[in-house]
C-alpha cells in the first residue's frame, strides 16, 4: 500500500462515516486497504463479495438483467446503506457503496472492461463510471485502478480531499452522476414514477429494470401463506419471487403514508423484496414489469375473467388479458378454498385464446386455507 492510499484510507477512518460496501468483480483489493489500516472497526460496518449469479441475486432480492451497469451499482450501494442504517450501532452518518466490474480476467472478454462504483448517503446517489482500454494491462493492474477509484468515490462522499492518481491512459475518462434522493414516496403517490423498490422502510430506488416473479397482495396482515405461496413459486418457476403492493386499490382508498410504512415493516427483517406501485390493474402492472410471472391466489384469476370487474363488458376484460400477453407477462394460479371447497385453475373457464397465459400449481405444491382477511376477522 503506498503512501497515498494509507493517508486516504487513514482519513475516512478518522470520519465519522459507516460504511456498508457490496463488491462485485473487482475492487476487493480497497476492501484490503481499508483492513490494512489501524482503524477499520471505526469504518466499516460490514462488507460482502456476492461472485455469483445466485449470491448477487440473493444480495439484491432481485436478478438485474446486466450485473455491471450504472444502474446496478446504483441498486447495489441502496441495498448497502439499507444494511449500514440496520447494522450501525449508534446514529451518525452512513454510506452505502457498492463497486460492480469487469476486468481482465484468464480468458478473453467480448465486452468492454469497465466498472461502476455507487455511493448511497441517504440524501444523494452518485455513480463513478470507467471504461478502461482493453489489453492494455493485465488484471492487477486494472483491479489496481477499480480499487483506487471506489477509495476515492468514498472520499468524495466524506468530504476529503486526498488525491489519489488514478494513471489513466489517453481517452480513460472518469465519469460521474449524481442525484438527490428526495422524497421517492412522494413521486410515487403523485404519479411521476411507477414503482418503487424498498430495500428498508424508507430506501427506496425508482423504476428498477426488475426480473422474476411478482406476488401482488395488500398485506395487512403478511402472514405464512405469502411465504410459503413464494417459496413454492420460486421452486416452480426457477425465479426469485418479489412482493408487490399497490397504494391504490379499485374498490378501496388508497393507502396512506402511515399504512405503507406500517406494511413496510412487515418486510423489514426478512429476505424478500417488497415493491411499491400506484398501479392496481393487472394490466398495468404488467407495464411496470414486463416479461415477469404474477403469482396469484384462484379468488384473483377468477375476477381477471369476470366481465363483471369490467364495468359489464367482456371486451374490456379481453383487452386488458391482451394487454398482459403483449407485456410479455402471464399467470401462476394457487388454489384457494372458497365456501369449504378448495378450487383451482382447473374450475375456471379460460377465456378461449388465451388458456397459454394461466398455469395452476398442483394442490400438493400449495394448498394454504389462511388469509389476510380472515386473520384481520380474528383480531390477529
Not at 489513466?168 to 475518462?173: K, S, T, Y
Not at 383487452?319 to 399467470?331: D, E, I, K, T, Y
Amino acid at each position: 500500500m503506498d503512501r497515498t492510499i494509507r493517508d486516504a484510507v487513514q482519513a475516512l477512518h478518522n470520519h465519522p462515516a459507516r460504511l456498508a460496501l457490496v463488491i462485485a468483480g473487482a475492487g476487493s483489493q480497497a476492501l484490503a486497504w481499508l483492513l490494512g489500516v489501524a482503524g477499520a472497526s471505526r469504518t466499516l460496518l460490514e462488507a460482502t463479495v456476492p461472485y455469483s449469479l445466485p449470491a448477487m441475486v440473493a444480495y439484491l432480492g432481485w436478478q438485474p438483467e446486466h450485473i455491471v451497469t450504472a444502474q446496478t451499482a446504483r441498486s447495489l450501494a441502496a441495498a448497502a446503506y439499507a444494511r449500514a442504517r440496520r447494522c450501525a450501532p449508534s446514529p451518525g452518518p452512513l454510506i452505502g457503496a457498492s463497486c460492480t466490474a469487469t476486468i481482465a480476467t484468464d480468458r478473453p472478454k467480448r465486452g468492454a472492461h469497465r466498472c461502476h462504483i455507487g455511493v448511497w448517503d441517504g440524501e444523494t446517489v452518485a455513480v463513478h463510471s470507467l471504461e478502461l482500454r482493453k489489453g492494455l494491462r493485465d488484471r492487477a493492474a486494472e483491479e489496481d485502478i477499480v480499487s483506487r477509484l471506489l477509495i476515492r468515490a468514498l472520499m468524495a462522499a466524506c468530504g476529503l480531499d486526498v488525491d489519489i492518481p488514478l494513471d489513466l491512459a489517453e481517452g480513460e475518462v472518469v465519469t460521474v452522476t449524481r442525484e438527490a434522493i428526495g422524497d421517492p414516496l412522494a413521486r410515487l403517490l403523485e404519479g411521476s414514477v411507477g414503482k418503487l423498490t424498498c430495500y428498508s422502510p424508507d430506501v427506496f430506488v425508482a423504476d428498477e429494470p426488475l426480473r422474476g416473479a411478482i406476488l401482488p397482495g395488500s398485506f395487512n396482515p403478511l402472514h405464512e401463506g405469502h411465504v410459503r405461496l413464494a417459496r413454492v413459486a420460486e421452486a416452480h418457476l426457477g425465479q426469485q419471487v418479489l412482493f408487490e403492493l399497490s397504494v391504490h386499490n379499485v374498490d378501496k382508498p388508497s393507502l396512506t403514508r402511515p399504512q405503507i410504512a406500517a406494511r413496510l415493516r412487515q418486510f423489514a427483517e426478512g429476505p424478500r423484496r417488497v415493491v411499491l406501485t400506484g398501479e392496481p390493474l393487472y394490466a398495468g402492472k404488467a407495464a411496470l414489469f414486463p416479461a415477469c410471472t404474477f403469482v396469484i391466489g384462484y379468488d384473483t384469476a377468477q375476477r381477471l375473467i369476470d366481465p363483471a370487474y369490467y364495468q359489464g363488458d367482456p371486451q374490456r376484460m379481453l383487452a386488458a388479458l391482451a394487454a398482459v400477453r403483449a407485456a410479455g407477462c402471464r399467470f401462476l394460479v394457487a388454489g384457494r378454498e372458497v365456501g369449504g371447497v378448495f378450487h383451482t385453475l382447473a374450475d375456471l373457464s379460460i377465456p378461449a385464446g388465451y388458456e397459454d397465459l394461466f398455469e395452476g400449481l398442483p394442490e400438493e405444491a400449495f394448498h394454504v386455507d389462511l388469509s389476510s382477511t380472515e386473520l384481520r376477522a380474528r383480531g390477529l
